[in-house]
Nanobody, 122 residues
Framework: QVQLVESGGGLVQAGGSLRLSCTTSSETFRTFHLGWFRRAPGKEREFVAAMSRNTDDIYYERSVKGRFTISRDNGKNTVYLQMDNLKPEDTGVYYC???????????????WGEGTLVTVSS
């Protein structure tokens, strides 16, 4: 049973920062590539950022590039999403996702976390 547990969401003012965490088992951490998606109110779920298992490949959605940073801590089996200079349009539920084949489209994910809510006020 693969579990992805997100934390770190909350309410922040525009221009502020948050760090999301996604923790899983050591087996899952070794086996899968991990990334983040989000769903804004009234919109479809969209890709945000991802990192391959060996950290060689890092991907960002265009609107977050330069503001968000994805990283992994192998000792803690955790992937992070550092979000800086947040904007109201970053508001949404953020989901951790696991991909066996390093493909980052919504219907191609193998596992999802339950999500953590990020609200950015203007």
């Amino acid at each position: 049973q693969v579990q992805l547990v997100e934390s770190g969401g909350g309410l922040v003012q525009a221009g502020g920062s948050l760090r999301l965490s996604c923790t899983t088992s050591s087996e899952t951490f070794r086996t899968f590539h991990l990334g983040w998606f989000r769903r804004a109110p009234g919109k479809e779920r969209e890709f945000v950022a991802a990192m391959s298992r060996n950290t060689d490949d890092i991907y960002y959605e265009r609107s977050v590039k330069g503001r968000f940073t994805i990283s992994r801590d192998n000792g803690k089996n955790t992937v992070y999403l550092q979000m800086d200079n947040l904007k109201p349009e970053d508001t949404g539920v953020y989901y951790c996702a696991a991909s066996r084949f390093n493909n980052w489209y919504v219907n191609g994910m193998d596992y999802w976390g339950e999500g953590t809510l990020v609200t950015v006020s203007s």
